[in-house]
């Protein structure tokens, strides 16, 4: 019977002796790599099931590789070499219980959001990473997530007990429960003592005080409900520690106190936009000076200006209005470059009185960035990563101008 597993009776039971049932293998996995499904007798690995996932830890000295429950609903434990007789097993202990910490903590979470507002809760995830709660709700407000921890938070102080039990028929119609059990026999309530009855076959802590904090970190939205991101216990330690370096770090490099950060980020905003549009300002004065000063200075080639220039950090956006002012002349053609961190770019334009192809121009210099890109016969533009080829396209431009003009 599934009770029979031991984590079900002693969730903190790490370390037990047991014997070897079955050893199948060498299974191949996809990196070549054997592997053995072992069963044991008794055993108290957890398998991965109902969002949580599966222990790791030893069997004589040999890795856990997984935790999993085969198709007769037999515990396998994947190990990477064989094992046979009597063995000693050893349970990942720190996590095991970071994993019953957030366990318990979503199940706090998921009533205190029930009782508060009526949010059922209809998936949970479980990683090693973090834990994924999703309400069946269009919408949750700060003040509601607040209002959810500060309850949760509560039952987690008040250190009540965390009881685990079957139950038969009788005993189940005695449970007021939160969600109905999705098995028909071998029901397991988890009772978090005055707040939550609730069918689970997770690991679990004895008191609620072991989960130390419920902390939810992020509100999302999937498939049209709401996806929180919860953190509890060590993990909500973890986080805690690194923003808090995070915002220590940030306002020292502003020589602030951390909490005057926020207002400083929205003045240090305020005036980055300012200044932004100051220097967008700045820069299309001197773009226009600039593309007049050398509209004034081209030579005409059979009657038609040919521009080929280097615009230098300025990027695709200025190649562009740049070669744009330029060809809002008459009887003007254009090449120009620019680079920017990691990427060299090209604009081919010409005027819309002339019968040039700026796309085949510009096809024949793109080549020199090992780039592309695309256009119509008025303009062209793109870019590539050769950052050295920027000066060759520009001459492989001007002599394709060239030939066009004749």
């Known amino acids: 019977m599934a009770k029979d597993r031991l984590y079900y009776h002693d969730s903190k039971l790490c370390e037990f002796e047991a014997d070897v049932i079955s050893c199948e293998g060498p299974f191949e996995k996809e990196d070549g790599a054997g592997f053995w499904k072992v069963k044991l007798s008794p055993n108290a690995f957890y398998p991965e099931s109902g969002g949580q996932p599966s222990d790791r830890g030893k069997v004589d000295d040999v890795d856990v590789i997984d935790v999993i429950e085969d198709e007769q609903g037999e515990v396998v434990v994947i190990l990477g070499q064989e094992v046979a007789g009597k063995v000693s097993c050893l349970i990942d202990s ?17 009533a205190a959001m029930e009782r508060l507002f009526g949010y059922e809760t209809i998936g949970f995830h479980l990683s090693e990473e973090y834990c994924t709660v999703d309400l069946d709700v269009d919408r949750l407000d700060e003040s509601q997530a607040d209002q959810a921890e500060d309850l949760a938070n509560s039952i987690v102080f008040l250190d009540v007990p965390v009881r685990a039990e079957f139950v038969d028929d009788a005993k189940l119609a005695s449970y007021e429960l939160r969600k109905v059990p999705k098995v028909d026999s071998d029901i397991r309530i988890v009772s978090v003592e005055g707040f939550d009855n609730c069918p689970c076959g997770g690991t679990h802590v004895s008191r609620t005080g072991e989960i130390g904090l419920v902390k939810i970190t992020r509100i999302d939205r999937a498939k049209g409900k709401v996806r929180i991101e919860v953190l509890c216990g060590g993990r909500a330690l973890a986080d805690y520690r690194r923003k808090n370096k995070q915002l220590a770090s940030a306002a020292t490099s502003l020589s602030i106190h ?33 593309s007049a000063r050398i509209w004034d200075e081209a030579e005409r080639v059979s009657g038609v200006k040919v521009i080929v220039y280097d ?96």
């Open 94 to 110: 720190a996590r095991r219980f970071d994993l019953m910490q957030q366990h318990t903590g979503q199940h706090i979470l998921s």
């Open 258 to 290: 951390p909490m005057e950060l926020e207002s400083q980020v929205g003045r240090i905003l305020s005036q980055l936009k300012e200044s932004k549009k100051s220097l967008q300002e700045a820069s299309t004065r001197l773009m226009e000076y600039d």
């Open 311 to 406: 615009a230098g950090q300025g990027g695709m956006d200025f190649a562009k209005q740049f070669a744009l002012k330029l060809v809002s002349n008459p009887s003007t053609a254009a090449a120009i470059g620019a680079s920017g961190p990691d990427t060299a770019y090209l604009v081919v334009a010409r005027s819309q009185d002339l019968g040039l192809d700026a796309s085949a121009v510009f096809k024949a210099a793109i080549t020199s960035l090992e780039g592309k890109g695309g256009g119509n016969k008025a303009m062209a533009q793109g870019g590539g990563a050769k950052l050295g080829g920027l000066a060759a396209a520009l001459e492989e431009a001007k002599m394709a101008l060239l030939e066009q003009i004749g």
